[in-house]
């Protein structure tokens, strides 16, 4: 059989009927996806001389019991690697059918560089592939979400929230480490791919992304908006913040990043000043302190809240989404901001103002933002040469 005239999308189709719904026959699967049956049946037999796919008689006991068709999900993986926080590696592996398998957290801090972090997970990976629940398995790919832009013409990260990543050719060294296919993007796309598998009605939607640097995934028309570098709706520099804060990632005044940030806010709270525990001790301690409802913190809410209204209400009037996302970090204390962000909406969105524009908090992004990012290498997954495209 000649695999080179089977089509991509046929494959495509026909896997993600299966993963919706595994055991179905030849012709339930040509029903489901309007495909031929000789279509189906071709495309099954190539999988199944590919160990992919596999038949099994089915239970019927009325007339020809046609075969059943499989995928065994859980032996076709991928490593995913959060490293959009300073000091802090994600850990997940999931299988084609998006469900974690292993998800854990390890402390990086005493790494320096994309090298080394890439060892230090590689021999992660080692370790972990020897589990008994591992060893039959296939990795299709390492997918790597970062803080900050990956370009896609030099594949190398711009505008990063974490100084030493500026620069860095993660793709690259992530390949050359581990000799497997690599795909790189940042949390907010992701965040943004996720919240469209699990709400395929919307269409038209803003996911704003605000941890160790500030971003917005932006789904038009049902696609991710991009750009032709992968540049396209990059907020973390617009001149809305203090006039007299200079940005330490682009060195001009007045970004928001700097003010929107988990190091930004907890610089401007006013009352965690001089202490030695970490930021992530910090913002564990703020949050309790916000939601005790301590008024120390009243005005900075409010000059929070303001600040990603005004960042929303441009983003809302050019491309009249029918729902905001927020997530990251900020989602522990946004019902706390929400007021004062949905007044700056409402008093300067004119478009939206006859409806109620809803603003939906993601406490799971750290979670969504992975499933985004494996379901994105599956679907880049081509079957039938093992390589990602």
């Known amino acids: ?64 019991i046609p075969n059943q068709i499989f ?34 957290q390890y402390d990086i801090s005493h790494l320096n560089g994309m090298r080394e972090i890439a060892a230090y997970a590689y021999e992660l990976f080692q370790e972990k592939r020897r589990l008994p629940q591992f060893q039959a398995s296939k990795f299709l790919g390492i997918g790597v979400i970062v803080s900050g832009i990956f370009e896609k013409r030099t594949e190398i990260i711009l505008n990063s929230a974490i100084l030493a990543m500026e620069g860095a050719p993660v793709k690259a060294i992530v390949e050359d480490v581990f000799q497997i296919p690599c795909y790189v993007d940042n949390e907010s796309n992701l965040c943004a791919i996720s919240v469209q598998q699990q709400r395929p009605d919307m269409s038209d939607f803003l996911y704003m992304h605000i941890s160790q640097g500030v971003g917005i995934g932006i789904i038009a028309n049902g696609m991710l908006l991009s750009g032709y570098d992968g540049y396209a709706a990059e907020i973390a520099h617009l001149p809305f913040g203090n006039p007299k804060r200079r940005c330490a990632v682009c060195n001009n005044y007045g970004c928001i990043e700097p003010e929107l940030s988990i190091s930004g806010l907890l610089h401007d709270n006013g009352i965690w000043k001089g202490t030695s525990a970490s930021d992530e001790e910090q913002w564990g301690q703020m949050v309790r302190e916000i939601q005790s409802g301590n008024p120390a913190y009243a005005e900075f809410l409010r000059e929070k809240g303001e600040l990603i209204g005004k960042v929303l209400f441009v983003l809302i009037d050019l491309f009249n989404p029918q729902q905001v996302f927020i997530g990251g970090e900020i989602a522990d204390i946004f019902e706390h901001i929400r007021p004062y962000t949905e007044e700056v909406i409402r008093k300067h969105c004119f478009m939206v103002r006859d409806r109620i524009l809803p603003i939906q908090c993601d406490c799971q992004s750290s979670v969504n933002m992975v499933l985004g990012l494996n379901h994105v290498m599956c679907e880049k997954w081509e079957p039938l040469n093992g390589q990602l495209y």
């Open 71 to 104: 995928m065994q999900f859980d032996h076709f993986l991928t490593l995913c690697l959060d490293i959009q926080r300073q000091n802090i590696l994600g850990f997940a592996i999931l299988n084609y059918r998006n469900e974690f398998m292993l998800h854990e």
């Open 1 to 64: 059989m000649d695999i080179s005239d089977i089509k991509l999308g046929n494959v495509k189709e026909i896997l993600n009927c299966i993963r919706s719904q595994n055991g179905l026959t030849k012709k339930e699967i040509a029903q489901y996806t309007g495909l031929s049956f000789s279509t189906v049946s071709t495309v099954c037999n190539a999988l199944g001389e590919k160990e992919i796919l596999y038949e099994r008689k089915g239970t019927s006991s009325v007339g020809r």
